[in-house]
């Protein structure tokens, strides 16, 4: 199986950035095509939200509105890793973040692998 593990979280102040990284091991995407992978996270009480995703092959990149223009996703398709580059980061940023890893073209895409979760908090 693909296995996901998320790093980089941590505490930061209103404004400040962080960057998250997000390691695949196991099966590799490169040999396959449709493959996606993003962020969500989930705030206490509540649903996990979409943040971004990135196409592995042609690196087309999707936001969820409340983090478009303050989040940017990339990728490092040799080592297999997607990172999250967060800026201008707010209070109501903090969640847990996962990283995911699945397959299809929106709105059809199938997350079948996820990470343990990192934390972020954002302090006022």
């Known amino acids: 199986q693909v296995q996901l593990v998320e790093s980089g979280g941590g505490l930061v102040q209103a404004g400040g950035s962080l960057r998250l990284s997000c390691a695949a091991s196991g099966r590799t995407f490169s040999s396959y095509s449709s493959y996606v992978m993003g962020w969500f996270r989930q705030a206490p009480g509540k649903e996990r939200e979409f943040v971004a995703r990135i196409s592995w092959s042609g690196g087309r990149t999707y936001y969820g509105d409340s983090v478009k223009g303050r989040f940017t996703i990339s990728r490092d398709n040799a080592k297999n890793t997607v990172f999250l580059q967060m800026n201008s980061l707010k209070p109501e940023d903090t969640a847990v973040y996962y990283c995911?890893?699945?397959?299809?073209?929106?709105?059809?895409?199938?997350?079948?692998?996820w990470g343990q979760g990192t934390q972020v908090t954002v302090s006022s």
């Open positions: 995911a890893a699945g397959s299809g073209s929106y709105p059809l895409i199938r997350y079948d692998y």
